[in-house]
């Protein structure tokens, strides 16, 4: 279209005009052949591309419960496994062309599934005895699917962080977390962002800033591994000061993949000055971000979009579930405006990884390890006299629970010193899953490790009886209120507050009871040590994993209660080890019913 609003017809007459007034005087002139014209302006250049992402893939490689030694399975349909986002992964660089896909994760890589543990713990990629380590599985797949980064999360530290820098060495593509910062200089420990180029023929390149963050709780939930090494800062903090450096370099678009979810909450209280879940507040808070990759709460967030407070832009969030169940494709439309990219449009979707196959790339790549995994995880390690489940473990002392009470209190009880082995020994722990089941007969390493499905470790910590009363009154606003003469629906008993299964403590060697028809705060009853009331000045050595003993899930007085007795082996580790060690498990030996719920002081079941 042409810019001169004069058109064609009228510049040829004023052409004419001029040309006979120009005969008229005497002078001869050459009249052009053909008017020239002005040529059309050119259609602004765009352009787009797509970063995939992926989040919380816990190694899981294929759709395998290592736990059930079976297919995983859901309600939902569900299906696991880096092989199956691989198959989807492919379909959108053919679709879309190869230079106009980036791949991203938001973190949790390296811990999760038994085949996690084997290659920490089992057969290192550290190496062991001098002898090199093997390849880690997930490096192997992720490397192949060609990810162009990677965020830390906080469960990439569970390991310690030699493990960690050995994974990070295994990878070609960077682990990124610019708010994980060496505890001495306060540097960062793993490079900030990475900026990846888009090509356009005929055209400057697009350059995508990838900024990754991790989550803060790290310092807490992996005290031991990091306490005096690494530093965790705030997401928000970090990206005002990163996000600005990136647009300086040239950025076009900043994209931001942080371990942390969206909803501005913290399961760790006021334990850190930091939020947990800041992916909303980062978007809300920081100008110049166009969508952020979310990670770490395991949800299905297809597309979520916050506006900046300051530049009233949209910025787009998405988070694809957990375990490969699901591949985000964020797909950018830009225009190329005096010689730079701008975007125009920003969209998001999750796509199902249970509509496509396994890769058979992937598959050939790491089914020799996966069969391994299989192998060592079937091993038997003893014989057990009854059947221990925990389907009803979140509203009853089970065995089963018991099993896990006896195995820490052995194993705090050996570590003592003389003084503190004169205090009175009690456990605290949680049900991780409801489906754990270890059968009467052979034991198998799955069986046991399915009871315990977290790299926990194990500490003593001393707690006065009025500490612990207020640990239990914590731990019971887990149930909803249901008043006297109203019937317990086991459906809807639990879980309120938004406190889950893993962040539920029950006690053993202390006797109470809940009286869920009571407000929260009044409902731990009848608290006794021996068949005596315990007095708010006794002073117990209280058996809890790692994570809640660092203050996970927020639980009062536990974090900052000294310490009687730490170690580095994990609690399945543990539970393994008791069972191979006694040939026999035999809840006979370790089952007491020291707890139970009641409305009003009568017992619910």
Known sequence: MPVNPMNRREFMQKSAVTGAAVAAAGTVAAAPAQAAEQKPEKAPLTWSFSILGTTD???HVFDWDYYKDAAYSDSKGNKTGVARVATLIK???????EDRVLLVDAGDIIQGTSLAYYYARVDPITGT?????PKHPMAVAMNHMRYDAAALGNHEFNYGIETLRKFEKQCHFPLLGANALDAKTLRPAFQPFTVKRICVPGAPDIKVGILGLTNPGIALWDKDNVSGKMAFTGLVEQAKKYVPRMRALGCDVVFLTDHSGLDGSSSYGSELPYIENASNLVAQQVPGIDAILVGHTHTEVSSYTVTNEETGKAVVLSEPYCWG???????FELELVHGQWKVTSTKAQTLNSNTVEEDAEITALLKADHDLVVTYVNTAVGTCTEDLATAEACWKDTAAMDFIHQVQMDAVKSGLSTADAALPLISVAACFSRTADIPKGDVTIREVAGLYIYDNTLYGKKLTGAQLKDYLEYAAKYY???PSGTAVDTSTLTNANNFWDYMYDMAAGVSYDIDIAQAEGSRIKNLTYNGTAVADDQVF???VNNYRANGGSGYPHIAAADIAYSSTNEVRQLMIDYVTAKGTLDPATFAVTNWKLTQDGTPVF
């Open 57 to 59: 893939l816990h190694s």
């Open 91 to 97: 379909q959108q660089r053919e679709a879309k062309g």
């Open 129 to 133: 005895d001098g002898k090199k380590g």
């Open 325 to 331: 169940m699901r591949l985000t494709v964020f797909d």
């Open 480 to 482: 909803h209120q249901v």
């Open 541 to 543: 050595v209280v058996a």
